[in-house]
C-alpha cells in the first residue's frame, strides 16, 4: 500500500470513561467529543488540548452530537443521550476561543489548563442550554442536522426517528415521527444538497425519508446488509475518481450518470461489509406534470448497491466516513483497525491522456482472505448481530463500482488505540502549526479508551 497512517497527537486530557463521538465544528478549529461520563469536550484543533466541558444537562452517557452548519457568531451543538432526551446548547464564538491580540485568533495559547476543575466550572457557564428537546421513550443514538440547518434528526433505540423544524429563536416543532424500522435505530445523516434523510438500524435496513405534500416518509428501503447498520456516510457534491488522468466513452458514462444520480451514500454494518449505495435516475417523459409524479406514487425512488470495498476488517465496522474534499473513505471497527480507501479509474479500462498516475501505482491495492467472523458488541445494551454461516466468510476483492471504476486500500493501521475498539472516524480540516498546506485533512478516531487521537495521511 503506498500509503501512511502516522499519529500526530492525542487531544489531552482524555475523557475517563468511554468516548463515543468526535465531529469537527464547521468553520472553527476545534471539535465535539461525547462521552458515557455524561459530558461533551470541546478540544481545539491547533494545540491539541481540551478548551471547555459542556455538562449538567444529561442524566446518562451522551452519544451523539452535532454542530449545525451555516451559523457564525454564535455556534449550536446538539447532543444525544441514553436518557432519550436530545439538547440544544449555545454559545458565542468569541467566547468559546481564546484572544491573541494579533491579526487572528491564536488558538494554542488557551492561558489555562483545561483540565483543572475550576477552569472547566467558569467554561461551562459559558455554554447556554438552550431547550431540551423530549419524546423518545429510549436512548438516543444520533442526531444530525440538515444541509441548511433548518432541521433536526434524531433517533433512537425506540425504533423511531423524529425530525425537528427550528421556527423560531430557541422555538422547535415536531414535524414527523418516522416508525417504520423495526428495530433500534443506530443513525441518521443528511444528504449535502437535499432534504433527504438516511437512516440505518439493527433491523439490517437502510431507509430514505423525504417529505411529500407536507408529510415525510419513506422513498426507498436498501436491504444488503445482512447485519446491523451501525454508520452511513453521503459523498460529497463532487466526485472525485483517483489514479490515471482518463478520457474515454466509459469515463464520460460514468460521469454523466453520477451527475443524474447525485451523491452516493456508503454504510458499514455489523456484517463487516462497507457498501456505496447509488440512485437510479428517474426516466422522464415528455411534458409530465410533477405534481402527477407525486400523486402517482412517484415519489419513491431506486437505489442500487454500486459496490463493495475491498473488506479488511475483522469484527463489526462502527463507523465510516466519505470526505467532500478528496472523495476518500475511512473506516473503523471492533478489531481497532483504520482502513483508508479510495475509488480509482479502473487501468484496463482507461483511456491514459498524460501518462499521470497521482502517486498510486497500478495494483497497488492490497489483496487478501478475511474470514473472521464480526464480534459482538455490547456497549449499548444490545447484542450485535453476526450473519449467516453460509455467507460468514467472504473473501476480500477488488472492488467495483462498475466497469470504470475500483476501491483499493491505500492505509491502514491496526490497534489504532490498543487492545480498546474503536467508536468512530471522522476528517477534520488540520489546523495545527505544522500543516503543509491550509486544505490537507487529518482524520480523528474515538475510542472506548476514552481518547481522542489525530491522524496524518501521507500518500
Not at 136 to 153: D, I, R, T, Y
Not at 203 to 225: M, P
Not at 228 to 245: A, F, H, Q
Not at 313 to 335: L, N, Q
Given at each position: 500500500?503506498?500509503?501512511?497512517?502516522?499519529?500526530?497527537?492525542?487531544?489531552?486530557?482524555?475523557?475517563?470513561?468511554?468516548?463515543?463521538?468526535?465531529?469537527?465544528?464547521?468553520?472553527?478549529?476545534?471539535?465535539?467529543?461525547?462521552?458515557?461520563?455524561?459530558?461533551?469536550?470541546?478540544?481545539?484543533?491547533?494545540?491539541?488540548?481540551?478548551?471547555?466541558?459542556?455538562?449538567?444537562?444529561?442524566?446518562?452517557?451522551?452519544?451523539?452530537?452535532?454542530?449545525?452548519?451555516?451559523?457564525?457568531?454564535?455556534?449550536?451543538?446538539?447532543?444525544?443521550?441514553?436518557?432519550?432526551?436530545?439538547?440544544?446548547?449555545?454559545?458565542?464564538?468569541?467566547?468559546?476561543?481564546?484572544?491573541?491580540?494579533?491579526?487572528?485568533?491564536?488558538?494554542?495559547?488557551?492561558?489555562?489548563?483545561?483540565?483543572?476543575?475550576?477552569?472547566?466550572?467558569?467554561?461551562?457557564?459559558?455554554?447556554?442550554?438552550?431547550?431540551?428537546?423530549?419524546?423518545?421513550?429510549?436512548?438516543?443514538?444520533?442526531?444530525?442536522?440538515?444541509?441548511?440547518?433548518?432541521?433536526?434528526?434524531?433517533?433512537?433505540?425506540?425504533?423511531?426517528?423524529?425530525?425537528?423544524?427550528?421556527?423560531?429563536?430557541?422555538?422547535?416543532?415536531?414535524?414527523?415521527?418516522?416508525?417504520?424500522?423495526?428495530?433500534?435505530?443506530?443513525?441518521?445523516?443528511?444528504?449535502?444538497?437535499?432534504?433527504?434523510?438516511?437512516?440505518?438500524?439493527?433491523?439490517?435496513?437502510?431507509?430514505?425519508?423525504?417529505?411529500?405534500?407536507?408529510?415525510?416518509?419513506?422513498?426507498?428501503?436498501?436491504?444488503?446488509?445482512?447485519?446491523?447498520?451501525?454508520?452511513?456516510?453521503?459523498?460529497?457534491?463532487?466526485?472525485?475518481?483517483?489514479?490515471?488522468?482518463?478520457?474515454?466513452?466509459?469515463?464520460?458514462?460514468?460521469?454523466?450518470?453520477?451527475?443524474?444520480?447525485?451523491?452516493?451514500?456508503?454504510s458499514c454494518s455489523d456484517d463487516m461489509t462497507t457498501r456505496v449505495w447509488r440512485r437510479q435516475p428517474r426516466e422522464r417523459t415528455g411534458g409530465q406534470n410533477p405534481l402527477s409524479i407525486i400523486?402517482?406514487?412517484?415519489?419513491?425512488?431506486?437505489?442500487?448497491?454500486?459496490?463493495?470495498?475491498?473488506?479488511?476488517?475483522?469484527?463489526?465496522?462502527?463507523?465510516?466516513?466519505?470526505?467532500?474534499?478528496?472523495?476518500?473513505?475511512?473506516?473503523?471497527?471492533?478489531?481497532?483497525?483504520?482502513?483508508?480507501?479510495?475509488?480509482?479509474?479502473?487501468?484496463?479500462?482507461?483511456?491514459?491522456?498524460?501518462?499521470?498516475?497521482?502517486?498510486?501505482?497500478?495494483?497497488?491495492?492490497?489483496?487478501?482472505?478475511?474470514?473472521?467472523?464480526?464480534?459482538?458488541?455490547?456497549?449499548?445494551?444490545?447484542?450485535?448481530?453476526?450473519?449467516?454461516?453460509?455467507?460468514?466468510?467472504?473473501?476480500?476483492?477488488?472492488?467495483?463500482?462498475?466497469?470504470?471504476?475500483?476501491?483499493?486500500?491505500?492505509?491502514?493501521?491496526?490497534?489504532?488505540?490498543?487492545?480498546?475498539?474503536?467508536?468512530?472516524?471522522?476528517?477534520?480540516?488540520?489546523?495545527?502549526?505544522?500543516?503543509?498546506?491550509?486544505?490537507?485533512?487529518?482524520?480523528?478516531?474515538?475510542?472506548?479508551?476514552?481518547?481522542?487521537?489525530?491522524?496524518?495521511?501521507?500518500?
Amino acid at each position: 500500500m503506498p500509503g501512511t497512517l502516522t499519529l500526530l497527537s492525542p487531544f489531552t486530557p482524555p475523557s475517563l470513561s468511554r468516548a463515543w463521538l468526535s465531529t469537527p465544528h464547521p468553520h472553527l478549529p476545534i471539535i465535539a467529543s461525547c462521552s458515557s461520563d455524561k459530558s461533551v469536550r470541546i478540544y481545539s484543533l491547533t494545540s491539541f488540548t481540551l478548551l471547555s466541558t459542556i455538562s449538567g444537562g444529561h442524566k446518562r452517557s451522551v452519544r451523539s452530537c452535532a454542530w449545525k452548519p451555516g451559523v457564525k457568531g454564535e455556534s449550536t451543538l446538539a447532543t444525544g443521550s441514553f436518557d432519550a432526551s436530545v439538547g440544544v446548547w449555545k454559545r458565542w464564538d468569541g467566547d468559546m476561543l481564546p484572544k491573541s491580540g494579533i491579526g487572528e485568533m491564536d488558538y494554542t495559547d488557551t492561558g489555562k489548563q483545561g483540565g483543572e476543575d475550576g477552569d472547566n466550572d467558569e467554561e461551562d457557564e459559558e455554554w447556554r442550554y438552550a431547550l431540551v428537546l423530549d419524546g423518545h421513550e429510549s436512548e438516543v443514538k444520533s442526531v444530525a442536522w440538515s444541509a441548511a440547518g433548518n432541521f433536526l434528526a434524531t433517533c433512537s433505540r425506540d425504533k423511531s426517528i423524529w425530525i425537528w423544524e427550528e421556527v423560531g429563536e430557541d422555538d422547535f416543532e415536531t414535524v414527523a415521527v418516522l416508525q417504520e424500522h423495526t428495530a433500534d435505530v443506530k443513525c441518521v445523516v443528511w444528504h449535502p444538497e437535499e432534504e433527504l434523510l438516511a437512516s440505518g438500524s439493527y433491523d439490517d435496513e437502510i431507509r430514505l425519508w423525504k417529505e411529500e405534500i407536507d408529510d415525510w416518509g419513506c422513498v426507498s428501503a436498501l436491504k444488503g446488509h445482512e447485519s446491523t447498520v451501525w454508520s452511513l456516510s453521503w459523498e460529497g457534491s463532487v466526485p472525485r475518481i483517483w489514479g490515471m488522468d482518463v478520457e474515454g466513452e466509459i469515463e464520460a458514462e460514468w460521469l454523466e450518470r453520477r451527475q443524474a444520480s447525485g451523491p452516493r451514500l456508503i454504510s458499514c454494518s455489523d456484517d463487516m461489509t462497507t457498501r456505496v449505495w447509488r440512485r437510479q435516475p428517474r426516466e422522464r417523459t415528455g411534458g409530465q406534470n410533477p405534481l402527477s409524479i407525486i400523486m402517482s406514487g412517484g415519489s419513491e425512488e431506486e437505489w442500487v448497491e454500486e459496490a463493495k470495498l475491498p473488506q479488511r476488517h475483522e469484527r463489526a465496522i462502527y463507523a465510516v466516513a466519505w470526505s467532500g474534499k478528496t472523495g476518500r473513505v475511512v473506516t473503523t471497527g471492533g478489531d481497532g483497525r483504520i482502513m483508508v480507501y479510495e475509488e480509482r479509474w479502473r487501468v484496463e479500462t482507461a483511456t491514459v491522456t498524460n501518462g499521470h498516475s497521482n502517486g498510486i501505482e497500478p495494483g497497488a491495492m492490497d489483496v487478501e482472505k478475511d474470514s473472521t467472523l464480526a464480534a459482538e458488541k455490547n456497549a449499548e445494551g444490545t447484542a450485535s448481530k453476526t450473519p449467516g454461516d453460509e455467507d460468514s466468510s467472504i473473501p476480500t476483492e477488488t472492488a467495483t463500482s462498475n466497469e470504470a471504476t475500483e476501491w483499493v486500500v491505500i492505509a491502514e493501521i491496526e490497534g489504532s488505540h490498543g487492545a480498546f475498539e474503536v467508536n468512530h472516524v471522522c476528517w477534520a480540516r488540520r489546523a495545527d502549526r505544522n500543516k503543509r498546506t491550509e486544505d490537507v485533512e487529518v482524520i480523528l478516531s474515538t475510542g472506548d479508551d476514552g481518547v481522542v487521537k489525530v491522524w496524518t495521511l501521507d500518500v
